[in-house]
């Protein structure tokens, strides 16, 4: 328990720095930000709106600490303002739109890449330096180095555009109604297959070489000695004795991973113009929308610490010496 | 450390890999005498495919492709090669410090580099990026090496807390040796694989970083670079014309420095922990084996 409250506290502190640079970013920067922001949203914002957008957003002649209680009072009110991209919608409706369609890619891809990832890494180990090996994971390190937009303009290419058998973008087909209909949901499905593909081979290389390497390192143990001196079946040995204990890095390296899902699937979403939080926050930053991309970027920062903290507790079942102190 | 050289050529993935970069490099530093075209030039008609004239084809602006790879070969290196420096410096400085020092200074350090660790670190380069607004090579180059110390860090820190432990360390200390020599001498060589890991990490990392931001539009449109080609490729909608070449190009660029890159730092791996290995010293054992069975099996027949 002291465990957690430990790590809780250290997010909240983290969770305030995030929060501080994010005021401060915009801040910082040459210009006025509310001249570069509304000269962008070329007259659709009318003059009165403009002064009240101002208002909200805190750039008016205030002392800077005033505005920086404003700001965090209003990341405890959930209220980010008006988005001026989407303008008259808030932030937060904005933000609520788009965060369905992330869940859906980055969960998909999430549990495909560390499922076979993981698997496929704890397979190399078994057979290090045999056939499977010597092919899997030269081939992960090779997928690790290669960026998301590379993997994402080749799939396009191939299944989109070279063979027509698969849509070049967006979640859905827009002439379609939404609703839980067969049509929607199937449309809905194949829209997700590239980019999903996209981002499943884009992670499975990294816990690949996690798991390998670190079930190389429980392989050597003396306890995973013990189990094959006792007789116990290879499955058994492989899977409940190493595997068991190489698992904890690869799940840090998962939520380590959600943060760069955010940037990897911001990546994809653009090049497959799927209406993520990803491409939204591209959107605002073409837009240069500051109430849309700070509300954005408080989010991000939140789901990665919700993420490791998850990873905190999963510690806790995974490894019992945590359990003790 | 000659010692650290000698086994880094030996394995075949570092050595092949090592071969890879160094052809990227002697690209880069022959830029003016391979590329044939002025990059920037309106050379042929536009989206020729690739030709005996135009080896890698032309772009919509009539643009040599081929030009422009080599030419941006150079802003990718070198943006990796200064970025790749800050973050080993910084995370190596930051790292080694709190590892030796500990007390007050490693819990503020380990703070700072735990914090930030966990801030969503793509979404922030690229909000800094955009309020910078059409950022040059060198900025995107400034942007990354401050912002990405902190796994560096972290790993320096965690290796240079057991170097700290050993004996030798203890007995230097007992003989009083001051802590500049201590962190410079004693504890700096022995983390020199870490180092090196970290530095070719960092490469990779800007060098995929920098094209990113490039490609979504981020960067300054008149640099020459891996990053703008692919922007301009995508703005010019190429793929959707089936100009593949022009995409491709610079793709395949960036995924053939990564793979380059990678395998070395697979090589710096397997040196430092040599049970890592795949076939390489297996086979060469086995290999061995064989040959002294044979030379025995000749001697006895003679």
Known sequence: MNFLLK?????????????????????????????????????????????????????????????????????????????????????????????PWTLLLTGSALAISFSVGTLLGILAAWRRGQGVDMVLSPLALAM???????????????????????????????SLDRGFTVDFIASVATHAILPVLTLSLVFTGGYLV????????????????????????????????????ALLPSVTALALSFGALFGGSLVTEVVFNYPGVGNLLYLGILARDFPLIQGQLLIMTLAMLTANFTVDIAYIFLDPRLRKA | MTGFLTSFLRNRKAAFGLAIVLLYVMIALLAPVIAGYEPLAR?????????????LGTTRMGRDVFAQLVWGTRTSLMVGLVAGL???????????????????????????????????QLPLLLVLAAFLGQVSPWSIALIIGLTSWAWGARVTRAQGLTLKTRDYIEASRMLGEPAWRMILVEMLPNLLSIICFNFIGSIIFTIITQATLEFLGLGSP??????????????????????????????????????????????????????????????KALKLQRELDRARLKEAAQ
């Open chain 1, 7 to 99: 790590r809780l506290a250290f997010y909240l502190v983290a969770f305030v720095v995030a929060a501080t640079f994010n005021f401060m970013i915009p801040r910082m920067m040459p210009g006025d930000p509310t001249d570069i922001m509304l000269s962008h949203a070329d007259g659709t914002i009318p003059p009165e709106a403009r002064e009240a957008l101002k208002a909200t957003f805190g750039f008016i002649d205030e002392p800077l600490h005033i505005q920086y209680g404003n700001y965090l009072a209003s990341i405890f009110t959930w209220d980010f303002g008006t988005s001026i991209k989407f303008y008259p919608l808030p932030v937060t409706d904005v933000l609520l739109m788009a965060l």
């Open chain 1, 144 to 174: 690790q180095s290669i960026p998301a937009m590379v993997v994402a303009l080749t799939t396009l290419y191939i299944f989109a555009i070279g063979n027509q058998i698969l849509p070049t973008g967006y979640a859905y087909d827009p």
């Open chain 1, 210 to 245: 996690t798991m390998r390497n670190n079930m190389i390192g429980q392989l050597g143990e003396d306890h995973v000695h013990m189990a094959e001196a006792k007789g116990l079946s290879d499955a058994r040995v492989r899977y409940a004795y190493a595997a068991r204990n």
């Open chain 2, 43 to 55: 050379v042929a008609r536009p989206h020729q495919p690739p030709s005996w004239d135009h080896w």
């Open chain 2, 86 to 120: 800050i973050v080993t410096i910084n995370g190596t400085i930051i790292g080694i410090t709190a590892a030796y020092f500990g007390g007050v200074v490693d819990e503020v350090l380990n703070f700072m580099t735990n914090v930030v660790l966990v801030l969503p």
């Open chain 2, 222 to 283: 008149l640099n020459l670079s891996w990053g703008t080609m692919l922007y301009n490729a995508q703005t010019s909608s190429a793929i959707t014309v089936g100009a593949w070449w022009e995409v491709a190009a610079p793709c395949l660029a960036i995924v053939f420095i990564g793979v380059g890159l990678s395998l070395m730092n697979f090589g710096v791996d397997e040196i430092s922990n040599p049970r890592l290995r795949t076939l390489g010293t297996i086979g």
